[in-house]
């Protein structure tokens, strides 16, 4: 697969060639996109009819890049006569600078061409992009090309305009210019992207003075994203660059839905440019200690868009938290459900456990109080449609047969739910997980409507629920001759036999019996589920497995995190740091952005962390997760007005030091060394004093 290039923005991104061309290929979204539409899908520079290669590109920063570019094969670099320096950023438009330097002692004469075209394919559709017949308008003196697209309420337009003289058609712009010796030209290309419908905003953005503003904001907004994220002082030069990658990547993944006035995280490049409500609240949930600022925004977003009626196209159930919100075609006219579609069975039960833990640690009691009917409604829908059976287990089984998605869970590939010989459960699906959740927000939700909402006896309800379910839970998924809980239950309660990750949610989640911890503990730390990069989904030796299967055998940095947070919350702090250690080291060797998914492959056997050509980069949960492992090495946790601080530091990453957590607290530090350091220091008083306590 050729290398590809991103600048981004919110949901707003431009992918390309190596060289900074668009052009349609069958296995990536190449083009530049806004609100899941593509609104360049040709996008090509040449020089005199020829092509260009690049020299070098440099990341100036996640919206913003630089191609050196000559034309002709490599083999004319050095003597290239002409150079071009292509310098592109991305914000509510996409912008692209053009300079053409004459490195000759003489004058010299170029047809400069970009290629412009636009198919305005909707994310859905963008391996297969339906026909289109957009309108183009070339107009020379305005020196601006339109294309346009409309179909009844929808409409999508895209602007280019250009600041040097130039001849457009309807293919794209021409420029013949005259080059001084050893002189340059340039010109500014804007392409302003244009949404008409119900809901929609225009986006274009039309003055240079304007675009300049909006791009020293970005870098500006960055720099306050940094000032406000703690300070990491660490030995291990690797680990503090991995982590402001995944700041910087957190950063580049917030945006600003329709109709909606602050920014929340999307799930990330390139397929899941849009809200998706279970890697928001996953997200919110592992950075809490880190950028607190985004959980507010989640919450409140998922409240006002909770579901309030039974629709079965779009899976919806009074009280059920959003799945996924899109503004594409497809979705605009329902021909795909993602207008607003409900189809997880987890994201209600998060809702509540990101409400009670965001008060934990911010102690915001202004929004839990204005955010009680939503969490009311929600643990209202774990009873009333969750519990399809009425065996009191929360179970998914799709309304919308046609095209909605078959596994409500985050396992949601279609093949994900699957015993050890590969049978897969009738519907509905009760998966343990989903269990451990329900239990959480029930135990969460009893704290917040005793010291919130006045309501002691709506608390005690809750606990005596959540009481029931554990007992129930423990006798009815546990698996005696195998040593772990089963995957999932039957409509009829049989269990569904697999050993997966999903055991270390269910200890990030406490409903786990303790006596039953060590055996857990002791499966994902084993040789079936840890590949030495992290626990796999699903474990090797059961005849589903596969390395590559992104549920089926994969690992995910995002899962993980919940596994080593669980895997401390019962008290496995050796374990933890096993999972924590195996995952820094595959970020730390593939270097930049942590990936979605790495394959399952053994680390002796690989020797190099193998990532799945369908992984997203960046993606939040993912960069999320990467933080929520520091914060699980530090051990740090809010304990009412304070933040506790438990560090289990794996071996290797010497003194650790994180500056200025934010919390309730107002700011605190949080120190810790692994066991190789903290013996130096109790052996040597010079580098004790250096060192210091912690």
Request: charged residues 25%.
């Amino acid at each position: 697969m050729k290398e590809l290039v991103a600048v981004l923005a919110g949901n707003t991104f431009a992918l390309s060639d190596a060289q900074g061309d668009m052009e349609i290929e069958p296995y990536a979204p190449i083009g530049l996109f806004s609100f899941d539409t593509r609104f360049l899908s040709r996008w090509v520079l040449t020089v005199d009819g020829e092509r260009l290669n690049a020299l070098s590109r440099d990341e100036l920063a996640y919206f913003e890049t630089r191609f050196v570019l000559v034309p002709g094969a490599a083999s004319h670099y050095v003597d290239a006569d002409v150079s071009v320096l292509r310098h592109r950023s991305i914000d509510d438009s996409f912008n692209e600078r053009l300079t053409v330097f004459n490195h000759s002692a003489e004058p010299a004469e170029f047809t400069v061409r970009m290629e412009i075209g636009s198919d305005f394919a909707d994310t859905a559709e963008i391996l297969r992009p339906g026909p289109r017949r957009p309108v183009v308008v070339a107009d020379a003196d305005q020196r601006q090309l339109r294309i346009c697209y409309e179909r009844d309420r929808f409409g999508r337009e895209t602007v280019v305009s250009s600041t040097a003289p130039v001849e457009v058609d309807q293919r794209g712009m021409t420029f013949r210019i005259r080059v001084a010796p050893n002189g340059a030209w340039h010109t500014d290309l804007h392409i302003g992207m244009i949404i008409h419908g119900a809901g929609g905003r225009d986006l274009r953005s039309s003055l240079e003075a304007h675009r300049r503003h909006i791009r020293q904001d970005m870098r500006e907004d960055l720099a306050r994203w940094f000032d406000h994220a703690p300070q990491l002082v660490a030995e291990r030069e690797a680990l503090t660059t991995a982590y402001e990658q995944a700041l910087t990547d957190l950063a580049s993944l917030r945006y600003q839905p329709l109709s909606y006035t602050d920014r929340v995280p999307v799930g990330g490049l390139p397929w899941a440019m849009a809200v998706y409500g279970r890697d928001a609240l996953v997200t919110c949930l592992e950075t809490l200690p880190f950028t607190p600022e985004l959980t507010p925004a989640t919450l409140r977003l998922l409240a006002l868009l909770q579901g309030g009626q039974l629709d079965d196209h779009h899976d919806e159930e009074p009280g059920k938290i959003l799945a996924e919100l899109r503004y594409g075609e497809s979705a605009a006219f329902d021909e795909q459900p993602t207008g607003a579609y409900y189809g997880a069975a987890d994201t209600t039960p998060l809702f509540v456990i990101l409400l009670d833990e965001y008060e934990r640690w911010s102690g915001d009691a202004d929004l839990v109080r204005q955010l009680r009917h939503p969490a009311r409604m929600a643990l209202d829908w774990l009873d009333e449609y969750g519990d399809a059976c009425g065996d009191g287990y929360v179970r998914y089984q799709p309304r919308n047969t046609v095209n909605g998605v078959a596994n409500q869970t985050w396992r949601n590939s279609p093949e994900a739910i699957v015993d050890r010989d590969a049978v897969p459960p009738p519907y509905p699906r009760a998966t343990c997980e989903l269990q451990g959740y329900a239990y959480d927000a029930k135990i969460r939700g009893a704290r917040l409507a005793r010291e919130f909402w006045g309501d002691p006896g709506y608390a005690d309800r809750l606990e005596a629920e959540a009481a029931r379910l554990r007992e129930r839970f423990n006798r009815d998924f546990w698996l005696p001759h195998r040593g772990y809980y089963a995957l999932a239950l039957t409509p009829d309660g049989e269990p569904v036999d697999a050993l997966t990750s999903n055991l270390g949610l269910l200890l990030w989640s406490g409903i786990v019996e303790p006596e039953r911890a060590d055996a857990l503990a002791a499966h994902l730390c084993g040789p079936e589920l840890f590949s030495g990069w992290g626990v796999r989904t699903y474990a090797t030796g059961q005849r589903p497995y596969n390395p590559v299967g992104a549920h089926l055998g994969a690992v995910w940095p995002s899962d993980n995190a919940l596994v080593a947070a669980g895997l401390r919350r019962y008290g496995y702090d050796a374990e933890a740091a096993q999972v924590a250690a195996g995952m820094f080291a595959a970020v730390e060797t593939l270097g930049g952005s942590v990936p979605e998914v790495i394959a399952g492959y053994p680390r002796e056997v690989t020797k190099y962390p193998v990532q799945l050509p369908v992984a997203g980069r960046p993606q939040s949960w993912a960069s999320g997760g990467l933080l929520m492992l520091l914060g699980t090495m530090l051990g740090l946790r809010p304990c009412g007005e304070n933040l506790l601080v438990n560090p289990y530091v794996p071996d290797g990453y010497g003194r650790i030091e994180l500056l200025d957590v934010p919390g309730r607290w107002g700011r605190a530090d949080a120190y810790g060394r692994d066991r190789t350091t903290a013996r130096r220091v109790r052996v040597g008083g010079a580098i004790g004093q250096r060192l210091g306590a912690g």
